[in-house]
């Protein structure tokens, strides 16, 4: 069968065949031959000739490699081992962790499978978000030991403070650190018998071993300070009194004649604790004055045992001297020295102008008590008030 000719292309047009593209491409068995001589043609862009077509603005398809789809991973739990797991502590400048980066982040639905492209810009992004979270961990964890190196330099700092305030403080700090340990506690006597005393009549005091026994020695009738001899009497008998002897041994003890003194008694009593660092004053047992004193050191300590008032001595016209503004010698003696100062080693309950000094153990073994007590306590004692010190 003769096909029929196919009908002439109009000039400038493209076929009609249904195979032909659309996008301005001719196939090669469509092209016309070239003329012999060509005609001078328009300069047109670079591109494939059309044969004396009309040119077509040529489409240009983007240049983008679609990335090989891959499942979506899924969004990570966050949990113990997860270093990115949100902080609620540590990430208090941001909010719990989400699908997406960004100022506005967009939640992932469920049932919607990503693309190539959104898959790999959802795994930057969680990788982004990762890092994030990373770097706010690590500059939490950073504050972290700032804060505990801090916090490290502060403890060093306060023991410093400590052990240099402890090797270098004042005596009021060692008199509170010793009261500290022994707390104060009131010595309760209750209702007493009042204490005998016997003050020579003029002449010496001749002293017995015994009621009509042999003379042991004699007291002179005044003392070292030109008061009258007064002793305290533990016990008695007919016209005998036994008294504690101003002497070495401290707890000496002998007999003197009734008869040889004037006895008198007082209410009044002393009581002092060294371990306390304080006095009492006593009227028939019940206390009146109290003070905090200081005590005798470790190389001379104050004695303990019973002791009496043998010389009152007023110093008000030089209050601020070493033995304050008055100073009860008592008729006790040290049991370290063998004299002080020149003469007898003989102790005293005395004021003192520094009263800041009170609880510390610093004295040559008497007992030193701010001179306003002193004061009150002077005027209230008569000779051979009995003064008891115990540890």
Same mark, same amino acid.
Not at 99 to 121: K, M
Not at 139 to 146: I, L, V
Not at 245 to 270: A, C, E, F, R
Not at 341 to 347: K, M, R, S
């Given at each position: 069968?003769?096909?029929? *000719?196919? @009908? $002439?292309?109009?000039?400038?047009?493209?076929? %009609?065949?249904?195979?032909?593209? =659309?996008?301005?491409? #001719? !196939? /090669?068995?469509?092209?016309?031959?070239?003329?012999?001589?060509?005609?001078?043609?328009? *300069?047109? @862009? $670079?591109?494939?000739?059309?044969?004396?077509? %009309?040119?077509?603005?040529?489409? =240009?398809?983007?240049? #983008? !490699? /679609?990335?090989?789809?891959?499942?979506?991973?899924?969004?990570?739990?966050?949990?113990?081992?997860?270093?990115?797991?949100?902080?609620?502590?540590?990430?208090?400048?941001?909010?719990?962790? =989400?699908?997406?980066?960004?100022?506005?982040?967009?939640?992932?639905?469920?049932?919607?499978?990503?693309?190539?492209?959104?898959?790999?810009?959802?795994?930057?992004?969680?990788?982004?978000?990762?890092?994030?979270?990373?770097?706010?961990?690590?500059?939490?964890?950073?504050?972290?030991?700032?804060?505990?190196?801090?916090?490290?330099?502060?403890?060093?700092?306060?023991?410093?403070?400590?052990?240099?305030?402890?090797?270098?403080?004042?005596?009021?700090?060692?008199?509170?650190?010793?009261?500290?340990?022994?707390?104060?506690?009131?010595?309760?006597?209750?209702?007493?018998?009042?204490?005998?005393?016997?003050?020579?009549?003029?002449?010496?005091?001749?002293?017995?071993?015994?009621?009509?026994?042999?003379?042991?020695?004699?007291?002179?009738?005044?003392?070292?300070?030109?008061?009258?001899?007064?002793?305290?009497?533990?016990?008695?008998?007919?016209?005998?009194?036994?008294?504690?002897?101003?002497?070495?041994?401290?707890?000496?003890?002998?007999?003197?004649?009734?008869?040889?003194?004037?006895?008198?008694?007082?209410?009044?009593?002393?009581?002092?604790?060294?371990?306390?660092?304080?006095?009492?004053?006593?009227?028939?047992?019940?206390?009146?004055?109290?003070?905090?004193?200081?005590?005798?050191?470790?190389?001379?300590?104050?004695?303990?045992?019973?002791?009496?008032?043998?010389?009152?001595?007023?110093?008000?016209?030089?209050?601020?001297?070493?033995?304050?503004?008055?100073?009860?010698?008592?008729?006790?003696?040290?049991?370290?020295?063998?004299?002080?100062?020149?003469?007898?080693?003989?102790?005293?309950?005395?004021?003192?102008?520094?009263?800041?000094?009170?609880?510390?153990?610093?004295?040559?073994?008497?007992?030193?008590?701010?001179?306003?007590?002193?004061?009150?306590?002077?005027?209230?004692?008569?000779?051979?008030?009995?003064?008891?010190?115990?540890?």
């Amino acid at each position: 069968m003769a096909e029929s *000719p196919e @009908p $002439p292309e109009e000039d400038g047009a493209p076929g %009609r065949d249904s195979d032909e593209p =659309t996008d301005g491409w #001719v !196939r /090669p068995s469509q092209r016309r031959p070239r003329p012999s001589k060509p005609l001078p043609e328009p *300069p047109v @862009p $670079p591109g494939p000739s059309r044969g004396g077509a %009309r040119p077509r603005p040529r489409r =240009t398809r983007p240049n #983008v !490699r /679609p990335e090989r789809a891959r499942a979506a991973e899924p969004l990570a739990t966050p949990g113990a081992d997860d270093e990115t797991a949100f902080d609620p502590i540590d990430d208090l400048d941001a909010g719990p962790p =989400t699908a997406r980066g960004g100022d506005n982040p967009a939640p992932v639905t469920g049932g919607d499978e990503p693309t190539a492209v959104g898959a790999g810009v959802l795994n930057g992004t969680r990788r982004s978000g990762r890092a994030q979270r990373s770097g706010r961990a690590q500059r939490s964890a950073r504050g972290r030991r700032r804060a505990l190196a801090g916090a490290a330099a502060l403890v060093l700092l306060i023991g410093v403070i400590a052990i240099v305030a402890s090797a270098g403080g004042g005596g009021a700090s060692k008199a509170s650190k010793h009261l500290k340990f022994a707390p104060l506690t009131t010595p309760t006597t209750g209702p007493r018998p009042p204490a005998l005393i016997a003050t020579t009549k003029g002449g010496p005091l001749l002293v017995y071993d015994q009621p009509n026994g042999k003379v042991v020695s004699m007291l002179s009738a005044k003392t070292d300070y030109q008061l009258p001899r007064t002793v305290l009497a533990t016990s008695s008998q007919p016209n005998w009194l036994q008294v504690l002897l101003p002497q070495k041994p401290n707890d000496s003890t002998g007999w003197i004649k009734g008869s040889d003194v004037t006895m008198t008694t007082t209410d009044y009593s002393m009581r002092v604790s060294l371990g306390q660092h304080h006095i009492w004053l006593y009227k028939a047992g019940a206390p009146v004055v109290d003070s905090a004193v200081v005590i005798g050191k470790k190389e001379t300590p104050t004695p303990t045992g019973l002791f009496y008032v043998t010389d009152p001595v007023d110093l008000q016209s030089q209050p601020n001297g070493p033995y304050g503004a008055f100073a009860l010698g008592l008729s006790g003696y040290s049991n370290v020295l063998p004299s002080f100062d020149g003469g007898p080693p003989q102790i005293a309950v005395h004021g003192t102008p520094f009263p800041d000094q009170v609880g510390q153990d610093i004295s040559n073994g008497c007992v030193r008590v701010p001179s306003p007590i002193i004061l009150q306590i002077a005027k209230l004692v008569p000779l051979g008030t009995p003064v008891t010190i115990q540890a």
